[in-house]
């Protein structure tokens, strides 16, 4: 009977131990869980802040980014990257969309050194660089660049170069051959003397506005061009420039015709925004035919006042429209009667510089029109 009491004790007791065993366990794996639970967060979080790191990075530069693993999966890519260069998830194999990308990579997943190739697609030229980031994580990086305004540029400066000397041989000749002129006897003519006169000013304006413009060149290149602005009656900046072209204006027999109100105050730095008129009147000149007409005229709304330079000129076709305030770019009709292609660009330049606007309208054969904001002073 005794037997039987410490048997049952027994049980009770062993049975006790297993479930505060099994209570224990219980715990512990539920503690377990909810630390896995926690820890997987926190990844997820860690992730997304690498993400959202890698995105920011990403926005800063016009480089299209992409991010392999070892295996060849795609561990991220920036938005620039995304339907232009590759498709897929992130976590599975890439679709290249152009075979070039895929070939570099090959490159530097076989020697794991770093490779570089150039391929063209609608008009554009791309530079592709693919490298391994020192890990860990070992990762594969891929760069993809659009270099066509750069290629653009280099060819344009190569042939720019080239053109100067011989831009500057024009003017040059043309004046020596007025001098010459004038010394065989028609210096003795009044009329004819007071016209070869008139040329030669007009030439060498064009010679000084080719220096300027290399020289503003070289100020917008290195970046430095401070201005001082102060409160300016609009005359103070228009008339100095039409004093400039006065010869010329005469020369070619342009009527110029004065519709801005002289009495309305912009912030400007006088001097320096001379030039910007001086590179609008020259190129007004320069393709109005003989008789026409140039009109300078202005608009004012609370903040900001509008000038603009209005010619009877042959226009510009649309298509060159928003791109004649390029560095060196020039339209088809004006690539053989000289000029630098820099005289909008520095323009451009020097109104922005003074917190305005400069653009162009035009209807091919009704003339161009230019116009130029500055705030109110
Ligand atoms: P450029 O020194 O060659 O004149 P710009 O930068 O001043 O260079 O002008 C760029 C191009 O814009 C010119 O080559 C010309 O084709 C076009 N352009 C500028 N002004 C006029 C205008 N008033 N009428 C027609 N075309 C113009």
């Keep these: 009977m005794l037997g039987l009491a410490a048997f049952g004790l027994l049980l009770l007791i062993v049975l006790g131990a297993w479930a505060l065993w099994a209570q224990t366990r219980r715990l512990r794996c539920q503690q377990e869980l909810a630390r896995a639970q926690r820890e997987a967060s926190e990844h997820a979080r860690a992730r997304r802040e690498h993400v959202a790191t890698l995105d920011a990075l990403a926005q800063a530069t016009p480089l299209a980014l992409i991010l392999l693993d070892e295996n060849g999966r795609l561990v991220w890519r920036s938005r620039a990257a995304v339907e232009i260069f590759v498709r897929g998830q992130v976590g599975a194999a890439p679709i290249f969309l152009y075979p070039a990308l895929e070939k570099t990579l090959e490159q530097t997943q076989a020697d794991g050194l770093e490779h570089a190739r150039q391929f063209n697609s609608d008009g554009s030229v791309y530079l592709i660089r693919s490298f391994m980031l020192s890990g860990p ?218 917190g305005g606007r400069i653009w162009a309208e035009s209807e091919p054969g009704q003339g161009a029109a230019f116009y130029f904001s500055l705030l109110r002073g």
């Design 137 to 354: 994580p070992r990762l594969l990086a891929l760069t993809v660049e659009d270099v066509t305004e750069l290629q653009r540029l280099g060819r344009t400066r190569r042939d720019f170069v080239a053109n100067l000397s011989h831009d500057l041989r024009t003017p040059i000749a043309t004046i020596q051959l007025l001098v010459e002129t004038l010394q065989e006897g028609a210096v003795e003519k009044p009329k004819k003397r007071e016209k070869l006169l008139d040329s030669i000013a007009a030439q060498t304006l064009t010679l000084q506005q080719m220096v300027q413009e290399l020289m503003d060149l070289s100020l917008i290149e290195s970046g430095r061009m401070p201005l001082r602005l102060m409160s300016t009656p609009l005359s103070q900046i228009v008339e100095p420039a039409l004093t400039r072209f006065s010869a010329s204006i005469e020369h070619q027999q342009i009527r110029l015709q004065r519709a801005y109100d002289p009495h309305l105050t912009v912030l400007a730095d006088v001097e320096i925004l001379q030039r910007v008129l001086q590179n609008l009147l020259h190129n007004a000149i320069k393709f109005t035919p003989e008789g026409g007409v140039i009109t300078i005229g202005s608009s004012e709304s609370e903040d900001e006042v509008v000038i603009s330079v209005r010619d009877t000129g042959p226009g510009i076709p649309a298509e060159h429209l928003n791109r004649i305030f390029e560095r060196f770019y020039k339209t088809d009709s004006s690539r053989s009667s000289g000029g630098s292609g820099l005289g909008l660009a520095i323009a451009k330049h020097i109104v922005e510089g003074h």
